[in-house]
């Protein structure tokens, strides 16, 4: 397991909300996309990481990207077990 993150060629990620990002992102990946991932176009990625999002988003709309994506790579998601209530938080209405 050594070195095995030395095989990673590219890191990405999508943000949809710019006042998230922090030096800690722009240390970590090779590029940020300011944007909602809904309205995204699918580019190729061996793995998309799908981490606190889907419970925002419509079921058809998680749906479909997600049925884009498995075209391409695998999904790993990662989602709360209980959500509760949710509203805009520090500003961000995409909470």
Request: proline share 3%.
């Amino acid at each position: 397991m050594e070195g095995h993150w030395q095989n990673i060629e590219k890191l990405d990620c999508i943000e949809v909300f710019p006042d998230y990002i922090n030096d800690i992102h722009r240390a970590i990946y090779d590029e940020i996309i300011i944007g909602d991932v809904i309205t995204w176009e699918v580019k190729p990625y061996d793995m998309y990481l799908l981490i606190d999002v889907v419970e925002h988003w419509k079921k058809e709309e998680a749906h479909a990207l997600m049925q884009e994506m498995i075209k391409h790579g695998k999904i790993l998601i990662s989602t709360p077990k209980n959500i509760g209530l949710q509203g805009a938080v520090f500003g961000n209405e995409w909470e």
